[in-house]
């Protein structure tokens, strides 16, 4: 028993130091002063500056993607938002953060798997998310808030099917509705699901019909969306009649083109560590199903039912959006697969299970060093969304002025987030003012490349900026991106640009 005891000990201090390099490695990014600094995660730091400088209360989140007029919930923003005034709007700050997030959501895959299964399963699981983690740690959007709650929700919502205790029904809803606050692609659907779940096979069953006042407590987490719907003339319920009602909103997909991208999408969310290590994975999880469904007196076989109910149970509802359904929409179902996945250590030959585990642990982790360390080392910090380039850009142009300015931002997507949340955040230590999309005597364009249109910046710099003459200086950068800087007469300065230029947050 003692010897047993002890093997137990050292199973769990070898996981947690497996773990801990695993948080390292997803801190590398962190700890070199960097973050990814993408267009989606520069415009929330946006979001959460205009919060702190118009001190109003957000009451939606970024849009969806899937339906226009839609929009995720603001609880990712103020999740966030306390981190963001202590680090005084700090990306850097904020990522550390992000991997105390991580740390966390290890941390609850470990307590569900443990919870549903037993401590080795947990342990498998919380090993292979922090593996998952290690490429995603320093990038975190709203969708991760969601990937974080799914296991919570999924453990609730499973001890309601065994208990049939109405409480258990209540903090699974609750945990969906903040789901759909981060991720409205992904709760909404669930939601659905579990609904008629409980419909068909608990409540009519158990005649326990008061169980259904418990939806109630979605009034919490809905709020912000009640409240913006009253203020907004019921915008958001429009746009999603639209959506089912008339082509209005859709990408008028061909069904052949729906059916791909939901295989690819599913595939890409078995495939959660790498190509190398998918069939490997998809055999092995195949081998567990099976086996699970031979054994006839299995106490936690309402757990596989429930995943196996809600994960094949989306593909379905997915065609009614027609659109793309992109693998973040799903990824909260990640966490639930692995510890799925984990759960075959119980049920088929240990020394096979494990002799996998450690291919895929292994594939995994090279795949995650090779995105962090080698990554950083080579060509990260040059990239466009990186957010240690950004800044030295924006500081870069604040030193080289050495006065008030006007600046221009071209990106592809014409929204240049990172480099505008760039110049806000240098701008705050410095005395010289930067005049957003506006002309002064000083006037500095920021322009991006274009892969797929080299002459697009000129063009936009000509016909949109209104401005012809030659730069007075240009820095460029290996990675394309150069800046440009005009001193300008006051007729030039008196040349409108393009109104129509977007010059703010294009998300509500």
């Not at 000083?442 to 892969?451: A, E, F, G, M, V």
């Amino acid at each position: 028993m003692r010897k047993k005891n002890n093997q137990s000990f050292f199973l769990k201090i070898f996981a947690l130091l497996i773990i801990i390099l695993n948080l390292v490695l997803g801190a590398w990014d962190v700890l070199h002063g960097e973050l990814n600094f993408n267009t989606d995660i520069a415009r929330d730091f946006l979001l959460l500056e205009n919060v702190i400088q118009t001190h109003k209360l957000a009451l939606i989140g970024p849009r969806s993607g899937g339906i226009n007029g839609l929009f995720h919930g603001p609880l990712w923003l103020y999740i966030n938002l306390p981190v963001y005034i202590l680090s005084k709007g700090n990306p850097v700050g904020v990522g550390w953060f992000w991997i105390f997030l991580t740390a966390l959501a290890t941390i609850i895959v470990y307590i569900v798997g443990k919870s549903i299964f037993d401590h080795k399963v947990g342990l498998f699981s919380a090993i292979l998310f922090s593996a998952y983690s290690i490429s995603n740690a320093a990038s975190y959007e709203n969708p991760f808030g969601a990937v974080l709650l799914s296991p919570i929700f999924f453990y609730f919502f499973y001890k309601y099917l065994i208990k049939n205790e109405v409480k258990y029904l209540l903090f699974s809803l609750l945990t969906l509705g903040c789901i759909i606050q981060f991720q409205v692609a992904f709760g909404g659907p669930i939601l659905i699901l579990i609904s008629l779940y409980l419909l068909y096979f608990t409540i009519l069953k158990t005649k326990k019909y008061l169980h259904f006042l418990s939806y109630l407590i979605l009034i919490i987490p809905f709020s912000t969306y009640i409240l913006f719907e009253l203020r907004h003339n019921f915008l958001q319920t429009h746009s999603v009649i639209a959506n089912f009602t008339t082509s209005v909103n859709s990408h008028h997909m061909n069904l052949k083109s729906l059916i791909e991208n939901r295989l690819e999408m599913f595939i890409s969310v078995v495939n959660i560590f790498t190509t190398d290590s998918l069939i490997i994975f998809f055999i092995l999880l195949l081998v567990i199903v099976l086996t699970i469904f031979k054994i006839r007196k299995l106490p936690i076989r309402k757990a596989y039912y429930l995943f196996y109910f809600l994960f094949l149970g989306y593909i379905p509802l997915s065609f009614f959006l027609n659109g793309n359904v992109q693998s973040y929409h799903i990824s909260p179902f990640i966490p639930i697969l692995i510890l799925i996945f984990s759960s075959g250590y119980l049920y088929i030959n240990k020394i096979f299970f494990t002799a996998v585990f450690i291919l895929i642990f292994m594939l995994s982790f090279a795949s995650g060093y090779k995105s962090t360390v080698l990554a950083l080392n080579t060509d990260k910090q040059m990239s466009i969304s990186s957010w240690k380039f950004n800044h030295q850009a924006a500081q870069r142009i604040f030193n080289d002025a050495g006065a008030n300015f006007g600046y221009y931002i071209y990106t592809p997507d014409e929204l240049g987030y990172s480099n505008r949340y760039a110049l806000d955040y240098v701008q705050r230590g410095n005395k010289y003012k930067a005049g957003s999309f506006t002309k002064e005597k000083l006037t500095y364009l920021l322009i991006s490349p274009n892969l797929s249109n080299s002459t697009a910046g000129n063009w936009w710099k000509i016909n949109r900026v209104k401005i012809s003459t030659a730069p007075n200086k240009v820095i460029s950068y290996k990675n394309g991106f150069r800046i440009e800087k005009y001193i300008l007469d006051s007729k030039q300065i008196m040349i409108p640009s393009d109104p129509n230029l977007i010059n703010g947050l294009i998300f509500r």
